[in-house]
């Protein structure tokens, strides 16, 4: 029986790959480092210091810590700056609805994002008081595909392992998930694990996975 609903954000809730993309770009034009779409895509999912490392794959250079942590930092700035134009517009179609019935099911709902931006985000979108608890980057050493940011997430709503399910668009989320001993619900890139439980081209779908659960 699924007792909670455990959401990644970016590409679940919002769609913020666009800003991702543009900040990491003025970092890496900055340095003179080769950024493309093809290598954005490799982020998802995908802690900040990690991505950083992934973009300097591409470098002419070698960075010393203090330099990666600058790097990483004006990447970060510039994302957040970036982010002032996010509003309930952007939240991505059929959230709403499932958040609403879930909540009229009883079920409890949390966010489980690597994100450190996710509260912020949140707040931007008008969303933050719509969930049961979140789980960010703050919370976490490893993030996905270790099944940390989820385990977070189950204890902080009082909910064991197994009865949560978790709803992810990055094939890193879907193993962390399994990781968890959590069902994994896959939408947008994710649908090419091997290892989710469900597939849907639409999160509504949700709503009778659940039910079918109980």
Request: net charge neutral; with cysteine; charged share 25%.
């Amino acid at each position: 029986m699924i007792k909670a609903v455990i959401f990644d954000l970016d590409g679940v809730i919002v769609s913020t790959d666009e800003f991702h993309y543009q900040a990491w770009k003025l970092m890496a034009d900055q340095e003179c480092i080769p950024f493309y779409k093809t290598i954005n895509h490799r982020l998802r999912g995908v802690s900040r210091m990690e991505s950083l490392t992934i973009i300097l794959e591409k470098a002419h250079q070698s960075y010393s810590e203090e330099e990666k942590v600058k790097l990483a930092e004006f990447k970060n700035q510039a994302y957040v700056k970036s982010l002032s134009s996010l509003d309930e517009t952007h939240i991505l179609p059929g959230v709403l609805q499932v958040l609403s019935k879930l909540k009229k099911m009883g079920v409890k709902v949390a966010i489980g994002s690597s994100s450190k931006n996710a509260q912020f985000i949140l707040k931007q979108i008008k969303l933050f008081d719509a969930f049961d608890a979140i789980a960010d980057g703050h919370d976490i050493i490893h993030s996905k595909p270790a099944p940390d940011i989820f385990l977070v997430a189950a204890t902080k709503l009082g909910v064991e392992d197994h009865a949560c399910l978790v709803v992810e668009d990055a094939v890193a989320g879907i193993i962390a998930a399994k990781r968890a001993g959590m069902f994994a619900f896959a939408v947008g890139d994710a649908r090419k694990s091997v290892e989710a439980d469900y597939k849907a081209d639409d999160i509504k779908e949700l709503i009778e996975v659940v039910k079918n659960s109980r």
